[in-house]
C-alpha cells in the first residue's frame, strides 16, 4: 500500500508561484513515475504532468509548458509541482498519484494511488 499526502496549496494572487509537495509512504515509490492532476469546481479532473521514477522524462499539459514544473526527491520519496505565473484558472483541487505499473501514463485511470488533494487559489 502506498499513501500520498500533498501539501503546499494555499491562496496566491494572479502571477505568484506555489510549490506544491506530494510526500508517499507505505512503501517506497522509487521506481514509480508520480504523477499531478487537478480538479476545478463543476469540471473533469484533468492530467497536469508526471516524471518518470528516474526524472529523465517528464510530460506536462501543452497548457501548463513553461510554467509548472514537476521535479521529484527518491531519497524523500517526495514529488513536487512548481508552478509559477499563476493564473485565477489555475484555481483547482491538486492530486498527486502513482500508477499501477512501471510506467509513464497521462490518463488517471492508470493510477490506483491518489493523495486527498490539496485546494489551491489564485486570485485576480
Known amino acids: 500500500q502506498v499513501q500520498l499526502v500533498e501539501s503546499g496549496g494555499g491562496l496566491v494572487q494572479a502571477g505568484g508561484s506555489l510549490r506544491l509537495s506530494c510526500a508517499a509512504s507505505?512503501?517506497?515509490?522509487?521506481?514509480?513515475?508520480m504523477g499531478w492532476f487537478r480538479q476545478a469546481p463543476r469540471k473533469e479532473r484533468e492530467f497536469v504532468a508526471v516524471?518518470?521514477?528516474?526524472?529523465?522524462?517528464?510530460y506536462a499539459a501543452d497548457s501548463l509548458k513553461g510554467r509548472f514544473t514537476i521535479p521529484r526527491d527518491n531519497d524523500k520519496n517526495t514529488a513536487y509541482l512548481q508552478m509559477n505565473s499563476l493564473k485565477p484558472e489555475d484555481t483547482a483541487v491538486y492530486y498527486c498519484?502513482?500508477?499501477?505499473?512501471?510506467?509513464?501514463?497521462?490518463?488517471?485511470?492508470?493510477?490506483?494511488?491518489w493523495g486527498q488533494g490539496t485546494q489551491v487559489t489564485v486570485s485576480s
Open positions: 498519484a502513482v500508477p499501477k505499473a512501471f510506467y509513464t501514463p497521462l490518463q488517471a485511470n492508470e493510477y490506483n494511488y
Open positions: 516524471i518518470s521514477w528516474t526524472g529523465s522524462t517528464t
Open positions: 507505505g512503501r517506497t515509490v522509487r521506481y514509480y513515475a
